[in-house]
T-cell receptor, first 115, second 113 residues
Framework: NAGVTQTPKFQVLKTGQSMTLQCAQD?????MYWYRQDPGMGLRLIYY???????DKGEVPNGYNVSRLNKREFSLRLESAAPSQTSVYFC??????????????FGPGTRLTVL | RKEVEQDPGPFNVPEGATVAFNCTYS??????FFWYRQDCRKEPKLLMS???SGNEDGRFTAQLNRASQYISLLIRDSKLSDSATYLC??????????????FGQGTILTVHP
């Protein structure tokens, strides 16, 4: 049982390049999330998917797109990377039973540098 | 004003010390509260939920004051392994937006021998 997995762990891009961050969970969770973490800013929600087939914008969606491929997988795409997107990206999942105490489980993160 | 604010620290304490972290939140509609722990260059992990009546888990005690919109975490008998960043997290429930968490920037704790 791997929990939440992310690939790649590290990536360096040049400005304007595109890439897709992959995320998968094996806990049969309904909801999945993408966050970015920057120094002094805490984690900020980029996009989330409350259930398979749905996606919604979070706090900082500009410059990103997402795909909920199936219940297990949720990918994040940068179409034209910018230096401001240099960050650590975390994927998370939760059962999202509608309970206020629903716990989110995080993947190990992807460290992205855009030159 | 940030929705969730924490003193970033760092807090440097000796083993065995008691240390307390505070957190304030701005949205009175906030409905659930958590403390997450994040080790250096690792992912956040749930430490404990925070209940209205206060709750304890071993050496860790969490308190919530809804009137003042204030959350606290107390760590007693600090261990070297407690060194980490502690994230205050708030969940605002509304319609289909359940499960969306808002994170504070974290408080850094270093426990030294």
């Amino acid at each position: 049982n791997a929990g939440v997995t992310q690939t790649p762990k590290f990536q360096v891009l040049k400005t304007g390049q595109s890439m897709t961050l992959q995320c998968a969970q094996d806990m049969n969770h309904n909801s999945m999330y993408w966050y970015r973490q920057d120094p002094g800013m805490g984690l900020r929600l980029i996009y989330y998917s409350a259930s398979e087939g749905t996606t919604d914008k979070g706090e900082v969606p500009n410059g990103y797109n997402v795909s909920r491929l199936n219940k297990r997988e949720f990918s994040l795409r940068l179409e034209s990377a910018a230096p401001s997107q240099t960050s650590v990206y975390f994927c998370a999942s939760s059962e999202a039973r509608g309970s206020s105490t629903d716990t989110q489980y995080f993947g190990p993160g992807t460290r992205l540098t855009v030159l | 004003r940030k929705e969730v604010e924490q003193d970033p620290g760092p807090f440097n304490v000796p083993e065995g010390a008691t240390v307390a972290f505070n957190c304030t939140y701005s949205n009175s509609a906030s409905q659930s509260f958590f403390w997450y722990r994040q080790d250096c260059r690792k992912e956040p992990k749930l430490l404990m939920s925070v209940y209205s009546s206060g709750n304890e888990d071993g050496r860790f005690t969490a308190q919530l004051n809804r009137a003042s919109q204030y959350i606290s975490l107390l760590i007693r008998d600090s261990k070297l392994s407690d060194s980490a960043t502690y994230l205050c997290v708030v969940n605002i429930m509304s319609g289909t937006s359940y499960g969306k968490l808002t994170f504070g920037q974290g408080t850094i704790l270093t426990v030294h021998p």
